[in-house]
């Protein structure tokens, strides 16, 4: 069974420039979710979408934005890129069930603004 | 607001020797607990969680985890760490509500295994 997959893995951008990242669950996951990671902040969640809807947001600019597709592939867009979004941006994906939800991640995307 | 400590950004340990990473928790209700390892360059992979069913709780690689209510706990450990065993480890903390969840992650503690 394929795990979390995600692409581009590594990527640089100009500041001022825009960028997608895209995310394949997990084969039957429908809860998607993004999490940013970097060396100043640690690991820190974006939002997560849920058939096609977002059910959480984290506390980031609306710079940042994401999507979800009916196949449940999902792409993050971060706009007007900043030096500070450098970062390894990783997506999850979970079943859910009620109660506990076990999250798979992917590899991630390492993106580099210059 | 849930949170997650992790006390230690960095361990050093010898091969053989016993692993221990705490994590402590801060909530007013019961939460579930995760911990995970990042080896470089890679993502998250799940070592083990802790859903109320046992207290004790047992992963991949030969690591397990107590949860400790009266402490507000959750701290990994391995008997023999193993040079492999080097990586970042997260603890991290989740409420679902519904069917919505969402993880709040410690700062990570780094692991170092010397011969």
């Known amino acids: 069974k394929a795990g979390v997959t995600q692409t581009p893995r590594y990527l640089i951008k100009t500041r001022g420039q825009q960028v997608t990242l895209s995310c394949s669950p997990i084969?039957?996951?429908?809860?998607v979710s993004w999490y940013q990671q970097t060396p100043g902040q640690g690991l820190q969640f974006l939002f997560e979408?849920?058939?096609?809807?977002?059910?959480n947001k984290g506390n980031f600019p609306g710079r940042f934005s994401g999507r979800q597709f009916s196949n449940s592939r999902s792409e993050m867009n971060v706009s007007t890129l900043e030096l500070g979004d450098s970062a390894l941006y990783l997506c999850?994906?979970?079943?859910?069930?009620?109660?506990?939800?076990?999250?798979?991640f992917g590899e991630g995307s390492w993106l580099t603004v210059v | 607001a849930q949170s997650v400590t992790q006390l230690g950004s960095h361990v050093s340990v010898s091969e053989g020797a016993l692993v221990l990473l705490r994590c402590n928790y801060s909530?007013?209700?019961?939460?579930?607990l995760f911990w995970y390892v990042q080896y470089p360059n890679q993502g998250l992979q799940l070592l083990l969680k802790?859903?109320?069913?046992?207290?004790l709780v047992k992963g991949i690689n030969g690591f397990e985890a107590e949860f400790k209510k009266s402490e507000t706990s959750f701290h990994l450990t391995k008997p023999s760490a193993h040079m492999s065993d080097a990586a970042e480890y997260f603890c991290?903390?989740?409420?679902?509500?519904?069917?919505?969840?969402?993880?709040?992650f410690g700062t990570g503690t780094r692991l170092q295994v010397t011969l």
């Open positions: 084969s039957g996951h429908r809860s």
């Open positions: 999850a994906s979970s079943l859910p069930t009620s109660g506990v939800n076990t999250i798979y």
């Open positions: 802790y859903t109320s069913a046992a207290t």
């Open positions: 991290a903390v989740s409420y679902p509500v519904g069917t919505a969840s969402k993880l709040t």
């Open positions: 909530s007013s209700v019961p939460p579930y």
């Open positions: 979408y849920f058939s096609e809807t977002q059910r």
